[in-house]
Structure formats: C-alpha cells, structure tokens
C-alpha cells in the first residue's frame, strides 16, 4: 500500500511539474509575443508544441508570430496543423486565409473564408476578406455580394461601403460609387482615402471641381499621399487651370521622384504653356524610369519639332514605333 501510494504521489508530482513546465512555456511565449520578440516567442511556443503535439492554442500561437515576421509558408503549415488536430476551429481558417492572400493564392483564401461561413454564417469578416480575394482575381460580381453582405451585417462599419465603391468604380458604375464612398464618409468622415477615391469618381463623372473639393479634403487630412495631389492636378488640368495643375504634379514628384505618369503629364501641361524646354526634361525623366514609355517619346518627339529639332524629333518617332511592334510580338 505504502509503494503504491508512493508510485501514485510520484505520477502526480511527474503530471503536475509537466503542466507547470507547459504552462510556463506558453506564458513565456504569450509575453515575449506581446513584446513583439516574435523569434523567442516561436521557441517557446515550439517547446509547448513538442511537450503536447496536440496544442491547438500554441500550434495558433506560433503561427500568428510567424505571420508577423512575414514567415507565410510556415504559418499557413502550422494553421493547417491547427484544423488538423480541430476542424471547426473557426479563426484557423480565417488567419490561414489572409496568409494565403499574402502568398496572392486568392483562390486558396477563398476556400477558407468559405468555410468559415460555412461553420459561421454570420461571420461579417468572412465575407469582407472573401470579397477582397474576389477582388483581387477580378471577380468583381463576386466581390459585390460579398461586401453588399457585410454591410448587411455590419451597417455601420464606413470600409464595406468604401470597398463596394472601389468595386462599382472598376465597373466604371461611377455615380453608385460616389454614393457608396458618401456613406463612408458619413460613417467616418476623418478618412483621407474616402474623400480621394470619391474624387477619382467625380472626375470620372467630369464633376472636375466636385472632385477638387474631395481632393482638397483629403489633403487637409493627410498631406503627404503623392497620388491626391497627382490627380487634383489632372482636374485642374480639364478646368484649363495650368499652372495650378503642374503646381500639384511638382508637389506628387516630390514626394515620389519614381512615378513617371508625374512626369509625363507635367511635361504635357508644359507643352501646352510653350514651356518646350522644361517639357523635354519632363519626357525624358519619364523614359528614364520605364525607358518603353511609347507615349513619352510620341510627346517629346512632338516637342521636338515643335522646338525645330527636326532629327531628334525624328528619333523619338522612330523609337515609339520600333516599341510599339516589339511590344506587340
């Protein structure tokens, strides 16, 4: 009886200085996670795993860390691991999901939010992340019923309504889309990208100085986006506003010296004003950067001529068509 209870206490003590082991693996892992040391939070989280192969919680654990170090490939293994050991586990398939998006294998994540509806059908995230995977496969239909479904569960939320004008927009659906990027703005009218994107829409509309004034309001919000000030510049452009126009293009090209439609457009808006000199410069920083830009040379060619330089101008008609049949091959 005494060896028996002796063998029993032993087993307890075994048992419990396990748990005790596990528990402070984990915790460890959970602080070390917190404080944003995500390569010593996989250690302990993998000594967690190796102490209880079916850890669900640290198998979760270690991949949300290895998603944060942008480890991808391994953190769609472990999500996997997870639904190995628990089909039903909801968030596993969701985080498999956005990891798989960030692998761009849109049609993997798609599998997996479905899923996630299929187990919760009321899971509004399912169906935003299941949209921008449609999205990004141009499934714009898809994409639709997906964020039309979100906002039916979630009305107040003002990004389902942006994402669904994103959406109407590529479907050059533009007046839908202006009231659908209202709504967000109505819900949030604090976001700098809300007001931008309603201005693209407007432009596309020709409501040039309706999209000013969205331009103008997202700039007063966030003043160091290069493309707000790339498109204002492009309105003022259509309102005969020239040196307001290049004005706005200067300010994107400081702010992003790589864009070459910067450029271009500037040196088209200098064309226009005589500026030859300054438009050349233009074209050619643009074909400096993406040295195929056929409408670049087309421009500076033009310019050219106009300027009298018959042969340069010549040069750079030649080269827009040898592009334009290399590019077609």
Known sequence: MKKELIIIIGIFLTINCYEQTHDNYYKNGLEKYNQKDYAGAILDFTKTIENNPNDTTAYFKRATAKFDL????????????????????????????????????????????????????????????????????????????????????EPKQAFGYYLRGLVKNHQEDYNSAIVDFSKAIEINPNDA??????????????????????????????????????????????????SGAIADYSKAIEINPKREDFYYNRGVTKAILKDYEGAIEDFTKAIEIYPNYVKAYLERGRVKSKSKKFKDGFEDFEKAQELKRNLKL
């Open 193 to 242: 990208t809300f007001y931008s994107d309603r201005g693209v829409a407007k432009r596309s509309t020709k409501d040039y100085n309706g999209a000013i004034i969205d331009y103008n309001k997202s700039i007063e919000l966030n003043p160091n986006v290069a493309e707000t000030y790339y498109y204002r510049g492009l309105s003022k452009n259509y309102l005969q506003d020239r």
């Open 70 to 153: 942008k480890d991808y490939d391994d953190a769609v293994l472990d999500f996997t691991k997870v639904l190995e050991i628990n089909p039903n586990y909801v968030e596993a398939y969701e985080s498999r999901g956005i990891a798989k998006g960030c692998l761009n294998n849109w049609n993997g994540a798609i599998k997996d939010y479905t899923k996630v509806i299929e187990i919760s059908a009321s899971d509004a995230t399912a169906y935003i992340n299941r949209g921008v995977a449609k999205f990004n496969l141009e499934d714009y239909n898809g994409a639709l019923v997906d964020y039309s479904k979100f906002i039916e569960l």
